[in-house]
């Protein structure tokens, strides 16, 4: 369910605008702060990142867990945090999830943080 | 000396590869979550914006308690942490700080988030 409310937000036109431009309510603020908590952790932003840069956009949980140190049921619990943020979604099929990451969730991120007037062209 | 540190990080063309692109180092990784960290509270979303936006890219700490509902030691210790995170630096000129954000700290993270090959053009 909730992965559908973040999915519409991305929608609203006033979800994207930068930092830079006009006030950021409390609302979108807590929300993006949680999504921030999502990604204040290294574990998470180096599955974040093997999940977005992996070659034909999925990833299956059997091959995330192998670059850490760390049990599949740690590993689980990281990817339940970042599906939760909208970061990325699983589709089960068979005996493994395969994850992607959430392009419009990125582009807003980066959008967040685009800074066209002071940024040198 | 951290500030100076993270903007030599900036300059570095291995610090602004997207999430999407080469393998996230443990260094790195642990570096952003940091960032993610001071950036995972709504306040200081709200304080970053407010900086960001102000006109002339100034922002006096006189004003930046006004839309808050907290005491300035509180908004103190929220800049404080945005700037230990190298996304605001502050001078002191007179009775009262400015701020302004670091445009190669948000210009890193919005590339961080870049889909060039997912983003519909």
Sequence with gaps: MSKLVDLEDVTDPVCCAPLSGPV??????AELASVFK????????RLLNLIASVEGGEACVCDLTVPFELSAPT???????????GLIEGER???WVYYRAVPERLTRLSGLFALPALTPS
Tied chains: 1, 2.
């Design 24 to 29: 950021l309510g409390e609302d979108e603020a």
């Design 38 to 45: 999502a990604l204040a952790d290294p574990v998470r932003l």
């Design 75 to 85: 590993i689980s619990h990281h990817l339940k945090v970042l599906r939760q943020a």
């Design 93 to 95: 099929r068979g005996t």
